[in-house]
């Protein structure tokens, strides 16, 4: 049971990111149009449009929200080479009252010399870290000592993968026995590099970013990654966008104490689905990782659901316009306690949010 | 399925009261025609009662059958005093001697106002009228009327709206919907639409949310709840029910669920809760006990900091440090106790007295927090005339090095007031220390960034503070010198 609500984004060009804040109640799109929009959830479940504003002097690939420990943060990337922090600050009463608010940019970073096609922040337990990605391959990872000061930031490492990077994902889990962990994947046409996702992982001896994997048997162009949530479990699972959806689990292989070697994983296909039958270019895990949505260029939005068994399936599909596809599978289930999930998915100029009321059964 | 069948029928209310929500608020019924229309939708529901008093009043002895009270009682929660009391006259013929209490209950079941849409009389003259009919019923309690028949006591709890009374008669109310409609019945009879959305908004002891955990708590008594609504096809009941009760009892109904799951329940727990938007402080609290509770104390820590921040930002420093301290950070303490004496010195007062002056133990966070509690000790003590209190705690602040270097002569300043009092407050040897903080105060080095103006006043400061310091010292050994006669 899907309700899809149209909201007429007003951009002028194509949008090519929206980004949910962590409780779900604001939203911030990028577009071509060289601006960001940062929309509130009102009480009346209405989006209503707090902050418009010019950002990058080139179309903004992606838009990402920090933890709110660190307050209200957006960062951004750019085709003219730079990230860039944005926080929120305060207004006058009257802006208030007009339901606007405003954000001035914090720091840019100019470290990269090619498009910087995407912008994470860190799990919060590693503090207030981000990282960006660039079209020459390397990977950046920053950090602001000060959480209080986010004009200074860091360069802590440089990673360059010898392929250009499209999306990277980093594993939320804060359990001590994961290292710090980042996926990455590349839309890069060399066909001499096999594994268009590599996964590094920090080593505490060598304090440094090392390659730990390549899932050499993706070798079309990856659009979108994603780690899921990890619940406590020793393993790994992997989403990625490619020209169909796959599932990867990483099961970390016995390390003998602490050496200077990443950690090696057993690497197995959970799933692999090209019912889009075109490019998939985001995949997004729901908050306990029982449900990924997919999005693709046949316009639809699929979810996708495991059984007790590890079997997954699709359990609902969703247009773009927000009508029902015929033949949809049964009974859509969800985890009791969600009180939403919310599905955006971009089109063109507008943006398509669908609100899901949860089921109960699970 | 005798449970099932339960359950379904809860289900069923739920949806009916839901339907009949929305119908209220959209529909301009007539003022007072609320509660009618309810009883009408109740007795509808109900119809088991008109066969019971039927089989009561048919039998040889009325009075004496087993049903007899279920009875009189039931049609009393219906709000069907006529029949009621034409129940009751059974009894009363019987035993002369008890009958003026009877009587008197007649009286009361009587006149009980029962308002009339279409009649002359306005809603506020019956509310009158109602009012004084309930405060009778509640002097016939006071006065224990009826302390020598328990069931006519308990009509006329139930005749003042007694919640406990009423819950008491579950049994015969069987529906948590009958339990609504009896308890405005006897509380609220001129009950609108309106009002009745501003209680389900609003009133934590509203009858629609007293009635939902009423109807929990009959949840609650089953075990593997949960797995009924698989039984239920409707997507609509339980998108209802989930929706109902998530939006009201989500600390309730959903955590109660994780509580249960034996594998993933506390992880998902985790998980979902540190997403529930924190709209309020009220709401923060209410998922922070849930958290608390259960031992979750990054959830805590981070809902606590979250909050921290969002305060700060809206410079309420008060609620900013509150939410610091609970979550027991001490870095932004440290940055919030600051902004606080930075406020000081600009504005010459604290803000939130009642939080710097109750923080007890929670002071010793960080150092400038004790700083800052102490500092305000030292304010509120000069405030109530205990100099050589304050003067003591003055000093110690700067001696014990609580106090930042930048603040000393701030609190030197603040020092004068009690240097230039016609009593000498400081003695000779506090002035000494007082004397050796202004000398290496102004031994430091020069300040960079300040103007020349800054100096000046700087200086003027240093002359001020070194005259009054000496005079002081004189006063003192004079002071100490003296023998008492």
Avoid at chain 1, 137 to 151: C, F, H, K, Q
Avoid at chain 2, 85 to 90: D, F, I, N
Avoid at chain 2, 368 to 397: D, I, M, Q, V, W
């Amino acid at each position: 049971m899907f309700v899809a609500r149209s909201i007429a984004a007003d951009h002028k060009d194509l949008i090519h990111d929206v980004s949910y804040d962590f409780h779900g109640r604001r939203m911030a799109t990028c577009s071509s149009d060289q601006s960001i929009k940062v929309w509130d959830k009102g009480g009346n479940g209405e989006w209503s449009c707090t902050a418009s504003w010019k950002t990058h002097s080139g179309s903004v690939w992606r838009v990402t929200w920090a933890h709110p420990e660190f307050g209200q943060v957006l960062a951004s990337c750019s085709f003219d080479r730079t990230a860039i922090v944005w926080e929120e600050i305060v207004g006058e009463s009257n802006d208030k009252q007009r339901g606007q608010s405003h954000w001035i940019k914090r720091t840019t970073l100019v470290d990269s010399r090619t498009s910087v096609t995407d912008v994470k922040f860190a799990p919060k337990h590693m503090g207030l870290m981000l990282t960006t990605c660039s079209a020459d391959g390397v990977v950046r990872i920053y950090e602001a000592p000060d959480v209080m000061n986010l004009s200074q930031w860091s360069l802590q490492h440089e990673i360059s993968s010898k392929l250009s990077c499209s999306c990277i994902s980093w594993n939320p889990s804060s359990s001590r026995a994961h290292a710090p962990m980042i996926a990455v994947g590349s839309d890069d046409s060399n066909v001499t590099y096999g594994g268009k996702v590599q996964i590094y992982e920090y080593n505490e001896v060598t304090r440094k970013y090392a390659k730990a994997e390549t899932l050499m048997t993706v070798t079309d162009a990856v659009h979108d990654i994603a780690f899921a949530p990890n619940l406590g479990r020793s393993f790994h699972v992997l989403a990625i966008a490619t020209k169909d959806v796959r599932i990867f689990k990483l099961v970390p292989l016995r390390k003998d104490g602490s050496s200077s070697a990443p950690t090696k994983f057993e690497v197995q296909v959970l799933a692999q689905f090209d019912s889009h039958n075109s490019q998939v270019w985001r995949v997004s895990w729901n908050i306990t990782s029982t449900l990924l949505a997919s999005s693709g260029d046949d316009g639809c939005v699929r979810l996708w659901k495991a059984n007790y068994m590890d079997n997954w399936k699709c359990t609902g599909i969703l247009k773009g316009d927000g009508s029902p596809v015929s033949g949809q599978p049964g009974a859509l289930s969800g985890v009791l306690g969600s009180a939403t999930a919310q599905i955006v998915s971009l089109r063109n100029k507008n943006v398509q949010n669908h609100t899901r009321s949860n089921r109960s059964k699970n | 399925t005798t449970e099932k069948n339960k359950y379904v029928s809860i289900l069923l209310a739920i949806e009916l009261i839901w339907n009949l929500c929305e119908v209220l608020f959209i529909d301009a019924a007539p003022a007072g025609s609320l509660l009618l229309h309810l009883l009408d939708w109740v007795r509808l529901h109900k119809s088991d009662v008109d066969a019971r008093a039927r089989e009561v009043l048919q039998s040889d002895s009325p009075a004496h059958h087993q049903s007899y009270w279920d009875v009189v009682i039931s049609l009393v929660l219906q709000g069907r005093v006529d029949e009621a009391r034409q129940v009751l006259s059974k009894q009363a013929s019987l035993r002369a001697e008890s009958s003026s209490v009877f009587k008197r209950m007649d009286v009361l079941l009587h006149t009980m106002p029962i308002f009339n849409p279409t009649g002359t009389q306005t809603l506020t003259e019956f509310d009158v009228k109602w009012r004084h009919w309930h405060e009778e019923c509640d002097r016939c309690l006071q006065d224990n009327t009826f302390a020598s028949n328990r069931h006519l006591e308990t009509i006329c709890k139930i005749l003042v709206g007694d919640e406990d009374t009423i819950l008491e008669q579950k049994e015969l109310l069987s529906t948590w919907y009958h339990f609504l409609v009896t308890r405005l019945l006897f509380t609220h009879p001129t009950i609108k639409p309106p009002d009745l959305h501003y209680y389900a908004q609003v009133h934590t002891t509203s009858p629609i949310l007293l009635s939902l955990r009423y109807c929990y708590t009959e949840l609650k008594l089953v075990k593997n709840k949960y797995y009924l609504l698989f039984y239920f096809n409707s997507d609509k009941f339980i998108y209802l029910f989930i929706y109902f009760f998530l939006r009201v009892f989500f600390h309730l109904l959903a955590v109660d669920y994780f509580d249960h799951c034996p594998e993933f329940g506390r992880v998902y727990l985790e998980l979902q809760i540190e997403r529930v938007p924190l709209d309020t402080e009220r709401k923060a609290i209410k998922v922070l006990r849930i958290c608390e509770d259960r031992q979750m104390s990054e959830q805590v820590r981070s809902i606590c900091k979250i909050m921290a921040k969002r305060a700060l930002r809206n410079n309420r420093l008060g609620s900013a440090l509150s939410w610091s301290i609970r979550a027991k950070d001490a870095a932004f303490a440290t940055l919030i106790s600051e902004r606080f004496l930075q406020d000081y010195c600009n504005k010459g007062s604290f803000t939130d007295l009642d939080l710097l002056d109750n923080l007890g133990p929670a002071m010793l966070l960080s150092d400038r927090l004790t700083f800052l509690g102490k500092y305000r000790e030292f304010h509120r003590l000069y405030g109530e005339n205990r100099f050589s209190e304050a003067a003591k705690l003055l000093l110690s602040l700067m001696t014990a090095k609580i106090a930042p270097r930048s603040l000393w002569m701030t609190l030197l300043t603040d020092a004068l007031p009690l240097l230039e009092q016609k009593e000498v407050i400081f003695s000779v040897d506090q002035t000494y220390e007082l004397m050796s903080c202004l000398e290496e105060l102004n031994s430091g080095t020069k300040d960079s960034s300040q103007t020349d103006q800054d100096e000046d006043i700087e200086s003027t400061k240093t002359e001020l503070l070194r005259l009054a310091l000496a005079r002081n010292l004189a006063m003192a050994i004079v002071k100490e010198g003296t023998i008492e006669t």
